[in-house]
């Protein structure tokens, strides 16, 4: 119950006690949680406080709501480790969720200047420009345009169905590209309209906006790509260690 007394403000204190019993599977994932009026009789405050701890808990991606109906606990994130150069598809079976996606656009374009100077090519050299919404157990989790050089996988497009294979597995048995490290930034923001559609998400989705240039064995860049991942479905998380 909580302590009106207390030094730490009873919303936060209502998310707390949200949170102890999703992590200690009281509330389950996909269950519904006591509503706002029987969290407010509970703790014996109005329901504007609930109402701002449960919306919080929205926002950080613990629970979301279904209108009309009430609120629900949001799966776990997917936690993905940033040392290693992974695929999308990689990183589904390692978790043992089903890799897809729907391909938005699949098409050789000549080269942005901005793709152009990441893949170190003259712009207007053409690219596979590859815009697939990722999908987890066919939940829309990120959205990813990717632009790989075309000389070095020419055909690429009419012998693969990217709404099921994966890009790396591709360019490494058929065109012995194997990517083997890259260069990656994230930055946060929220989603714009195309995102929003694309994820299936309502607006204030926080995105974490990934840029990456992939590189072969041999340090040339192969792949340039900028995804916009669900920020109330991931968290990166990395190791750090003292510098010697
Ligand atoms: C990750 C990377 C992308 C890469 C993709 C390939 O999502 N962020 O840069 O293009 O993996 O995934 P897949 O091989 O499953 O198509």
Request: hydrophobic share 40%; glycine share 4%.
């Amino acid at each position: 119950m909580a302590k009106h007394d207390s030094p730490v403000p009873l919303y936060l204190q209502i998310k707390d006690y949200i949170r102890l019993n999703i992590q200690h599977g009281v509330f389950a994932v996909n269950e519904r949680i006591p509503s706002e009026r029987q969290l407010a009789d509970q703790f014996s405050v109005n329901r504007l406080t609930v109402s701002k701890a449960l919306n919080e808990l929205a926002q950080e991606g613990v629970v979301y709501s279904q209108v009309g109906k009430g609120t629900y606990v949001a799966p776990a994130k997917i936690d993905q480790a940033l040392q290693s150069l992974t695929s999308f598809t990689q990183d589904m079976i390692g978790r043992g969720k089903r890799a897809a996606s729907r391909v938005l656009h699949a098409a050789i374009e000549p080269a942005n200047t901005e793709a152009a100077k990441a893949l170190m090519i003259l712009p207007g050299a053409e690219v596979v420009v590859l815009h697939r919404v990722r999908m987890a157990d066919d939940q829309p989790v990120a959205l990813e345009r990717s632009h790989v050089i075309s000389a070095l996988c020419p055909g690429i497009l009419d012998n693969h169905d990217f709404s099921r294979e994966s890009l790396y597995a591709v360019l490494k048995a058929e065109y012995h590209l194997h990517m083997t490290y890259a260069h990656q930034t994230i930055e946060a923001r929220k989603a714009g309209e195309a995102e929003r559609d694309a994820l299936e998400a309502e607006s204030g989705l926080p995105i974490l906006f990934i840029t990456r240039v992939t590189y072969d064995l041999n340090d040339h860049p192969v792949e340039y790509v900028r995804s916009s991942y669900r920020g109330d479905r991931y968290k990166f998380y990395t190791i750090l260690r003292t510098a010697e």
